[in-house]
């Protein structure tokens, strides 16, 4: 009995490759993380997560960390935090940036960054614009989206201090403390 011939180029084309698929984060595990990361000062944060989730699904990668910033018209920012993936990796990262606008006052905050589309965590090491608006008067709670190319990065601001305005600028991230903003 004979077997049957079957070309070896049907048999790859009738296989299914995957396409992008990421490791992510589901809506309960990340409000867990974050509640448990801002603790019980941040109220309505269980909201704010369910936003970006509507916005843009499930996050494959998020940073936890801190940041203080300070502007007059040209404001700075310079921040911490430690990098996590989905499929368990973290590493410890860093970010800064100029932005120019409306701005006025000093805040320290805890952030919370949710990451789409990361395939890469050398993808991050890049600047991601944005425009961002902000009001605190002790504390608030804030989200923004910036993206460059199809990486979306959202960060949830928790801060104290005094500032308030509107400004566009962007978040450089990168593996080491940089004290140059640009």
Do not use: C
Request: aromatic share 16%.
């Amino acid at each position: 009995m004979m077997k049957p011939f079957i070309p070896i180029f049907l048999l790859l084309t009738s296989l299914s490759w995957p396409t992008q698929a990421y490791d992510t984060y589901q809506q309960e595990e990340i409000v867990q993380k974050v509640e448990a990361f801002f603790g019980q000062g941040a109220e309505n944060i269980g909201e704010v997560v369910q936003k970006v989730f509507e916005d843009h699904g499930e996050p494959n990668a998020f940073i936890a960390g801190e940041e203080v910033g300070a502007a007059l018209g040209i404001g700075l920012r310079y921040g911490r935090g430690t990098l996590s993936f989905a499929y368990g990796y973290d590493r410890p990262i860093f970010w800064q940036g100029p932005s120019i606008g409306i701005d006025l006052g000093v805040n320290v905050a805890k952030v919370f960054v949710l990451i789409y589309n990361l395939p890469s965590e050398d993808l991050l090491f890049q600047r991601f614009p944005g425009v961002e608006g902000s009001l605190y008067f002790v504390g608030g709670i804030g989200v923004n989206y910036l993206q460059s190319s199809d990486i979306i990065v959202a960060p949830m601001r928790f801060g104290a201090g005094w500032r308030q305005g509107i400004s566009a600028g962007y978040m450089d991230f990168t593996e080491r403390a940089h004290y140059n903003p640009f």
